[in-house]
């Protein structure tokens, strides 16, 4: 439980935490790599989080593997795991088996009339064989269709005499995703963690609402999270927005909306201590549109990303930057550079979970418990400054001491977050 403060009037327990000029902190240093993606499926279950990796069969959960979806396939180009919901609906695919008898698909969508059956003799009994898209996935021995078992990509009704058949199921629909069924998705992946959320949709009323998410998460819940968009405008560090797309090996042209997958894990993939500035997107042979360098850098003043192509073929990222643009005493230049945010979000998250799981509530509000909890906080510095990802840090720059009410403490550090080096002036002089 955590969020921002301008004064300690706080009701629940938990790490408030303020990120300006001057920065707060942590302890043990997370983990990065976790996208969270709602996006509409043609199979699966509307509203489930599907905790995927790179090597995950996907096939009954999604209706495609991994290197089939587009958005997984980019997004695990750089990221560990993404949580997928599926943000529509649909209409089964169904077809009769034998008169009496119904074959369902179990989940709704177009994937269900992919679906084939055959039930064929096998000595006194049958083989009920279950195919999508041509390959076999279920296969069961049965001599009534009662002894039938759903499997996951059919089930049965009906009663009937079995015998000898071959179907293909049909009638399965997809419907488009309204904005209350993707604030229903976002409302369930928020009590995951991740560290970007990615959507490659088109609807501008969804990504204000994503853009109104990410802001409660950050200043209200404490969780420091970005996500990645397209075509679309705001001033903010917590949203970046693509500005241009790529054509991949294979000629398959991605649009904006689509490139915001490879951004999006590439972001989360991260560490704290790295740009993407200059990154490669892998597969990628040119960009769409291409633009001159007045063109990138009116995107970049714009608080957009894009991606350039050289005379090789090789596409890269411009800018690791977000959307922020307007600058000031509370949120310097400095906060437009994602590798920074990083380090400030992994220090806030960092210093949440451990005040949650190792002091709150376990410590005494007093000099040697406050000398105890500047200790750790102490220590984690010095990691981050092993890693590069601060510098000049003592451990005087940490103060701890007590809050307005017997049961606050006050935290306040001075840190120098390294930023990577990414331009270059040179004079030769001939």
Known sequence: ??????????????????????????????????????????????????????DSDTLSTLGYRVDDIIALREIFKNAIEVLVCKTNSGTKAEGQVVTGVTATAICEGLRGNDINIVVQESGSEFDFITYIDGEMVDKQTITTFEEFKDNDYVSLSGTGVIGAATIKLSGGETTSTSQEEYKACLESIKTYNFNTLCYGGDNSSVKSDIEKYIRSLRENEGVKVQAVVSNYSCDYEGIIIVGNGVVLEDGTELTPSQTCYWVAGA???????QSNTGKVYQGAIDVVPRLLKEGMETKTLEGKMVFKVDNNQRVTLVYDINSLTTFGE????????????????????????????????????NESGRTLYRGDLVEYCKNLQKLNAIENFTPEDITVGPGTDSDAMVVRTGVEVVDSAEKLYMTILV
């Not at 972001?267 to 201590?273: F, P």
């Not at 230049?333 to 376990?362: C, F």
């Open 267 to 273: 972001t989360a993939g991260a560490n704290l201590n």
């Open 330 to 365: 509370k949120k310097k230049k400095s906060l437009r550079k994602n590798r920074v945010i990083r380090t400030l979000d992994n220090m806030a998250n960092d210093i949440s979970n451990i005040w949650e799981y190792g002091y709150k509530g376990k410590i005494d509000n």
């Open 1 to 54: 439980m955590g969020g921002t403060w301008i004064k300690q009037d706080k009701i629940l327990p938990g790490a408030y935490i303020n990120i300006l000029g001057e920065t707060p902190l942590s302890i043990d240093i997370g983990s990065r790599g976790v996208v969270a993606l709602p996006i509409e499926l043609d199979w699966g279950v509307k509203g489930q989080i599907n905790k995927i990796k790179n």
